[in-house]
C-alpha cells in the first residue's frame, strides 16, 4: 500500500511539473480583458486591436469590436503555416502538386503562385509562398500533404485553433477563399498570431520581405513593408499577413518596433477610401495611424513603486498593533500617456478582507490591487504587509471566549438554560414553599393533640405493689 501511494504521489507530482507551465502560459494571454486606452485618431477598420508585445501578458492597449464576427480571408494563411511548422519535421521534405491540389482552384479567382501539376517543391517553399505571395495553390498542397486531404488538414486548423482559447473561430479551407461559415474575430486572429510569433521559423517566413519563385520575384503582400509603395510603407513595420475579399474587407496583421517599443495590429473589415484623390487600402492606413499613436503618445512609466502605501487593514489579535499596512510588493512600470497627470492615477485593492488574523509576516502578500487611469485598469500589483504583527495570546483567547459567547446560537442556548434554570428555581422554591407548609401544618397538628392530651382528667395512676 505504501509503494502504491508513492508512486502515485511521484506520478501527480510528474505531471502537475511538465502540464504548469503552458497552464500558465495560457492563462498569460488574456484576450477578455478590457482595453487600457482610446485611440484618437481617425481609423477606418470596422475592427481592430493594438497589442502590447513588450508585457508577457499582452495587453490590449487599444480595441474596437474586438470579439465581432469577421471573415478573416487570408489572414487564414497563419493558421495554415502554423500546422504545417508544427507537424512537418523536416521542412525540406519535398512533395508534388496534385491535379486535385491545382483544381480546386479553377474558376476562383484566387491568387496563386502558378505551380503545375506534378511540380515539385520543398515545404518550406510552399510555406514561403504561402505567406510572402498569399498563394492558395501552395495552401491546397500543404492541406495534402500534411493531413492526407485537404479536410483532414482543415480540421487539423480548427482544433490547433481551439487549443489556443479560440472559441468564435471556425475554418473550412486552408487559403481563406470565403465561405459564409468560415469567419473568426480579431481575438481570435490575435491569440493565433502571438502563438506563431513564439515560432522562429514563422517569424523568419512571415516577415520576408520578398522571395523568388522560378523566374518570378514576388514582394510580400503587406506593402508596408515595400518602399515603392509610397502610399503604404512604413519603415517599423514587419510582416506579418494581409487578406482581403468583397465580404471581408481589407485585412492586415502586422507588427511594429521602433525605440524599444513594440506592438501587434490585428485590422478587419477596413474600406476602400479615397484618400488625397487616390483609391486608398485603409487596412495599412489604419495599421499605421494605430502605430504612430502609441508611438507618439505612450511611453512607459512607473505608476507605483515597491513599498508605497495603498491601504491599511484591521488586524485581529495583533499584539500592540490593531492594523497593518498595505503596501506595493514591487514596482510597477507600464505604458502610460506621456502627459500622464501622476495625481490622476488611483490604486484599487481588489477584494481586500475585511480584516486579518495575527501573527502576520512582513512581506506577507494579502491581496491585488488594479491601477486605474481615465477610468481604465492598466495594470496590477500585489500587495504585501508593511510589517510584522506578532500574535497576542491574551487577545486570542479573550476574543474567543468573547466570540464563543457572542455566537447567536450559543446565546440562544445559553438563554434556553437560563430560562430552563429559573423555570427550575421557581419549581424548587415552590416545592420548598408548600413542603415547609405541609411541615408546619404537621406541627400545628401534633400540638393541637399534645394539648389535647394534657388538657384531660381521665389520668389513671398505675397500680402499685403490694
Given amino acids: 500500500m505504501k509503494k502504491l501511494t508513492t508512486f502515485f504521489l511521484a506520478f501527480s507530482i510528474i505531471i502537475v511539473s511538465v502540464f504548469t507551465p503552458f497552464s500558465a502560459l495560457a492563462e498569460n494571454v488574456d484576450m477578455n480583458r478590457e482595453a487600457m486606452y482610446e485611440v484618437n485618431e481617425k481609423v477606418y477598420a470596422d475592427a481592430y486591436m493594438l497589442i502590447n508585445l513588450d508585457d508577457s501578458s499582452f495587453p490590449i492597449i487599444a480595441e474596437k469590436n474586438k470579439d ?3 471573415f478573416p480571408t487570408s489572414l487564414t494563411k497563419i493558421a495554415t503555416a502554423m500546422v504545417t511548422i508544427n507537424n512537418v519535421p523536416d521542412l525540406s521534405a519535398k512533395t508534388k502538386a496534385s491535379k486535385g491540389a491545382i483544381m480546386a482552384l479553377a474558376n476562383t479567382g484566387a491568387q496563386v503562385a502558378g505551380i503545375q501539376v506534378g511540380e515539385e517543391l520543398t515545404i518550406e ?3 514561403y509562398l504561402t505567406m510572402v505571395h498569399s498563394a492558395c495553390d501552395a495552401c491546397q498542397i500543404l492541406g495534402e500533404y500534411v493531413g492526407g486531404t485537404v479536410d483532414n488538414f482543415v480540421q487539423m486548423m480548427n482544433d490547433w485553433a481551439k487549443s489556443l482559447g479560440c472559441e468564435n473561430t ?6 481563406g477563399l470565403h465561405d459564409d461559415n468560415h469567419y473568426t474575430t480579431p481575438s481570435d486572429m490575435a491569440l493565433m498570431t502571438l502563438e506563431a510569433l513564439k515560432n522562429e521559423t514563422f517569424v523568419r ?3 520576408t520581405k520578398s522571395i523568388k519563385y522560378k523566374k518570378l520575384t514576388f514582394i510580400h503582400t503587406n506593402f508596408m513593408l515595400d518602399k515603392f509603395h509610397i502610399t503604404y510603407y512604413y519603415e517599423y513595420a514587419e510582416g506579418i499577413k494581409t487578406g482581403s475579399t468583397s465580404e471581408a474587407g481589407y485585412c492586415v496583421i502586422t507588427k511594429a518596433s521602433k525605440d524599444g517599443y513594440n506592438y501587434l495590429a490585428i485590422v478587419m473589415d477596413s474600406p476602400i477610401k479615397k484618400l488625397k484623390g487616390i483609391d486608398t487600402k485603409c487596412s495599412f492606413i489604419d495599421a499605421a495611424t494605430l502605430f504612430d499613436w502609441a508611438f507618439d503618445s505612450l511611453k512607459y512609466s512607473t ?3 515597491k513599498n508605497d502605501l495603498v491601504t491599511e487593514i484591521p488586524v485581529n489579535n495583533g499584539k500592540d498593533a490593531d492594523t497593518v499596512q498595505l503596501v506595493s510588493k514591487e514596482d510597477i512600470t507600464t ?10 492615477v488611483i490604486v484599487k485593492p481588489i477584494d481586500p478582507p475585511d480584516a486579518l488574523e495575527a501573527p502576520i509576516t512582513k512581506g506577507e502578500e494579502i491581496c491585488k490591487a488594479e491601477i486605474i487611469y481615465a477610468n481604465k485598469v492598466i495594470a496590477t500589483t500585489k500587495l504585501v504587509a508593511a510589517k510584522t504583527v506578532e500574535l497576542s495570546a491574551f487577545l486570542k483567547i479573550f476574543n474567543a471566549v468573547k466570540s464563543f459567547f457572542g455566537n447567536k446560537v450559543v446565546l440562544a442556548i445559553l438563554l434556553i438554560l437560563i430560562a430552563f434554570a429559573i423555570i427550575y428555581i421557581i419549581v424548587f422554591a415552590n416545592k420548598l414553599k ?4 405541609r411541615i408546619a401544618q404537621k406541627r400545628r397538628r401534633q400540638q393541637e393533640l399534645d394539648e389535647q392530651l394534657n388538657n384531660r382528667n381521665d389520668y389513671i395512676e398505675p397500680p402499685r405493689r403490694r
Fill in 68 to 70: 465581432k464576427k469577421k
Fill in 125 to 127: 517553399e510552399l510555406l
Fill in 170 to 175: 471556425n475554418f473550412v479551407n486552408p487559403d
Fill in 205 to 207: 517566413i512571415s516577415t
Fill in 303 to 305: 505608476v507605483i513603486r
Fill in 335 to 344: 505604458l502610460v500617456p506621456s502627459s500622464l497627470d501622476s495625481s490622476a
Fill in 434 to 437: 408548600k413542603e415547609k407548609q
